[in-house]
């Protein structure tokens, strides 16, 4: 049988953490082992409990979430801190990717999405809402022509830039992998090889980067979706 997914919950509000309690109770295969008030507990706690997921509220007294992601993913490379929040802007987004976290999902997305999103990062993928994800294209369309600097091509074989469309539709791994006719460790083994081509690490860089150099239309994203 499978060890549980080992949850800590980051938020200064007790309702919140007490539905996320009761939320994953009734959940099998997901286990609160531990909750924090704001981003010195939170750290704390990360200290304490060594989860395998994190959702890190992101304004919080004290120090806030962004900070307590980055010191948490500064101390502990391996930690896999999402960020759950009201605050979809730019700003925050921005600033908690930078920061280290592995996603972002906002709280309206719904339990379903959420259980995705854990699932996600538990894989080494990165969970964002629709909604994040746009904000994101649209910082980099919003980018005035001249500041914005067009990347070299990195020289992607034709299966790459098919797997990056897929991406841009905010497909899992598995599902790109059914796309395409090939494995899950197929579709990290190519994102591992356009991510060493473009000296890219996180999948949403390669996205950013890759609307950068026209190989991703974001007007053909999905419309139902929003990916």
Same mark, same amino acid.
């Given at each position: 049988?499978?060890?549980p ?16 309690r009761i939320?994953? +109770?009734?959940n =099998? !295969? ?8 704001? %981003?010195?507990? @939170?750290v704390? /706690?990360?200290r304490?409990?060594?989860p395998?997921?994190?959702l ?7 120090k ?29 987004i921005?600033? +908690?990717?930078? =920061? !280290? ?8 997305? %719904?339990?379903? @999405?959420?259980? /995705?999103?854990?699932?996600q ?11 994040v ?87 053909e ?7």
């Amino acid at each position: 049988m499978n060890s549980p997914c080992r949850l800590l919950v980051v938020d200064d509000d007790p309702m919140v953490r007490e539905a996320y309690r009761i939320f994953f +109770a009734r959940n =099998a !295969g997901y286990q609160v082992v531990g909750e924090a008030r704001d %981003g010195n507990e @939170a750290v704390q /706690a990360w200290r304490t409990h060594r989860p395998d997921v994190t959702l890190m509220d992101l304004q919080m007294p004290e120090k806030s979430g962004v900070d307590a992601t980055r010191e948490i993913c500064g101390q502990w490379p391996e930690a896999c801190v999402v960020a759950l929040t009201t605050f979809g802007t730019r700003e925050y987004i921005v600033a +908690a990717l930078r =920061a !280290g976290a592995s996603g972002y999902l906002l709280k309206d997305a %719904g339990g379903p @999405a959420l259980i /995705a999103g854990i699932q996600q990062a538990l894989a080494g993928e990165m969970p964002l809402s629709a909604a994040v994800r746009r904000e994101l294209v649209s910082n980099v369309l919003d980018t005035p022509e001249p500041t914005r600097q067009t990347p070299p091509d990195p020289g992607l074989a034709p299966r790459e830039k098919e797997l990056l469309r897929w991406l841009a539709q905010g497909l899992t791994n598995q599902q790109i992998g059914a796309k395409m006719f090939v494995s899950e460790g197929t579709v990290k083994q190519y994102l591992s090889h356009i991510g060493d081509k473009m000296g890219l690490k996180s999948r949403t860089q390669i996205l950013v980067r890759a609307i950068q150099l026209g190989i991703v239309d974001p007007t053909e994203m999905d419309p139902v979706t929003g990916r």
